[in-house]
């Protein structure tokens, strides 16, 4: 029986190792069933989401600095591609390597600023920090053509097929990276200051550095995924990305649902997140009361399951597994 078990877990163990492959290459095929418009769309959404909460579970999940703030990296980063087609004349695509600098930048700025205060008073800060973006955004008219927004006058492609395999590259390089990272002795360090920061300085790790990259690497996917955005809806404007609930506290919810420090946690929160929304979205004599159940449905999953749904994915399962044993 003791061999049986360890074949079994050396079994799942290979599972593990390729399911991401496994998943990658289902959704390459996806395009090709003749999915509908919208159901591309909201796939595509997913996948952008799916990079937004992977990057901030980097920061809040990982390194254990909770931010509110995250909607200033992406308007920061639909900003930069819609300022390089408004300004200087050229394709909102290079808002996406543009964006890396531009946001490695504001991290170093906002690390400094914000990263020697801790728990509740790093999270007002980045909270602050995404509503003077807005506000910033809405006044400098003659950059930012304030409420007026950008919009992107030629797109060449309608169909979204092309945004699909754009987004999913991103989505697939995203969870490659911060498994990376975070296997090796960086995502160690990340995790040792998020258990004890004290005990972290006292082994010799420099806590404000590591947070600094942390922050880093967070702004800069988030920003990636916001220069995605302003290329997909050929729009923005200051209250479409940098809103408080629908980007930064909506993030965070993301990564709740689906898991916090765990690799498919951000995946699965944004997939239930994304299709939930739509399905309260879509249901009549509703109105603006959505929101209200949207909110009770996240209340009720946070209560039951405290670790996400990928954290507490044994529980989830564990009285159907049961009833098929007695069975």
Known sequence: WGRSFNYKKMEIGKMKKFLPLIV??????????????????????????SVIGMAWNVLGGYTGQVSFGHAAFFGF????????????????????????????????????ICLRLRGAYFALATLALGEVCRVAAENLVEFTQGNMGIMLRERTRVDKTWYFYVILIIAASTYMLIKLVMESKLGYYFVAIREDQDA????GINTTFYKTISLCLSGVL??????????????????????????????????????????WGPIVGALIMVFLAEVIRSLPHIGAAHQTIFGIILILIIM????????????????????????
């Open 77 to 112: 980063g639909a900003y930069t591609g819609g300022i390089l087609y408004q300004h200087l004349g050229i394709s909102a695509w290079w808002g996406l390597p543009a964006c890396v600098v531009i946001l490695t930048a504001l991290s170093l700025v906002i690390g400094y």
């Open 24 to 49: 990658f290459a289902i959704l390459c095929f996806i395009p090709f069933v003749g999915l509908s418009t919208y159901v591309m769309h909201i796939l595509i959404l997913v996948l952008m989401w």
């Open 304 to 327: 039951f399951l405290p670790n996400g749904v990928v954290g507490d994915f044994v529980k989830l399962i564990k009285p159907f597994v049961g009833r098929r044993t007695s069975s």
């Open 222 to 263: 988030t920003g990636v995924a916001g220069a995605f955005y302003m290329n997909y809806m050929g729009y923005i404007d200051p209250a479409t990305v940098f809103p408080l609930s629908e980007v930064s506290i909506e993030v965070v919810m993301v990564v709740m649902v689906g898991g916090d420090a765990t690799f």
């Open 200 to 203: 972290a300085e006292s082994l």
